[in-house]
DNA sequence: AATTATTACTTGCAATTCGCAAGTGAAATG
DNA sequence: CATTTCACTTGCGAATTGCAAGTAATAATT
């Protein structure tokens, strides 16, 4: 049936298992990382982007991170039809942890965007100020 | 077959995708966190510590992380049956990323191990120098 | 106003992965 | 030498996922 069912099995250990049970999967993170610093608010451009990502569990995706108050969603004032999604504060505080698993990528694999990585090498905190900042100025409004 | 089928998928974006390709299951950072904090280093010490995995999925989860070289193992000199488990300096590197979704966790859940976690509020940077003091002083022969 | 397109999904089904119980083989223990 | 321990593998039913094909609501086009 593709949805929860609150097993309370891992629960109240470490804090990690909480973090493990909301995002261990193989695309929480990547749409938590595309609406930070992509900019993604639609169902649709998470859709396009990501070749791979099966309807349904992009729909179960949304949902569940949904539940967990790490991102939530409005209609399109402009377009009826559309779901805009943004991240909650909870979402938000996730930036230093994707900060993290991009520098320990970027320093032992192969990978992308060398002027992110050499920005986040650079200056962490400012990084993450910056993306605070970005967050805000949009939320300024809705809680 | 539950084995690896080198998907080339994601490679080479964003080095987040190739963290999630390597971490992003229910499993690993459990084991690498245990490895890290709790010295786990057997088979049998995981097998008996996560009621819910599964032996193949352990297994499973023990052989991919050695092929991302996370961890790495050697037979024990004192028990033939035995195989030691531990960390890389690339596995060790990810403490970083553990502190982060731990914080994260406590900050915005209830959870338990509330030394740990005031540890890491309080100096961030002296606990993980400890753990990586503590790993390279169990592998000063080993790479 | 009626038709077509777009958006955000759901449904159905085959394929993959997982959880559990029961092996297996090699080494240690009694 | 028999038994136990350890690190797995195998088999199988159950859950999860991927893919194709809907669907319902709104928007755009004719």
């Known amino acids: ?3 929860n069912k609150t097993s309370a099995k ?7 298992n909480a973090s493990v049970e909301m995002l261990g999967d193989r695309w ?3 749409i ?3 609406m930070m610093l992509q900019g993604f608010r639609s169902y649709k451009e998470f859709m396009q982007c990501y070749e791979g990502i099966a309807t349904n569990i992009l729909a ?4 569940k991170l ?4 790490i991102i939530a969603s409005e209609p399109d004032p402009s377009d009826g ?13 996730l930036a230093p942890v994707l900060t993290e698993m991009v520098l320990w990528a970027a320093a032992h ?8 990585v050499r920005q986040m090498r650079e200056d962490k905190e400012k990084l993450l100020v910056g993306i605070r900042q970005r967050w805000a100025a949009r939320h300024s409004l809705a809680t």
Chains 1, 2 share one sequence.
């Open 66 to 69: 949904t539940e967990y108050g």
């Open 32 to 34: 938590i990382r595309d």
């Open 60 to 63: 179960d995706r949304l949902r």
């Open 81 to 93: 039809r559309k779901l805009i999604y943004f991240l909650t504060a909870k979402g938000i505080d």
């Open 10 to 16: 891992r629960r109240s250990g470490c804090p990690l």
């Open 28 to 30: 929480s993170l990547l």
């Open 1 to 3: 049936m593709l949805r």
């Open 109 to 116: 694999e192969d990978t992308g965007n060398q002027a992110l």
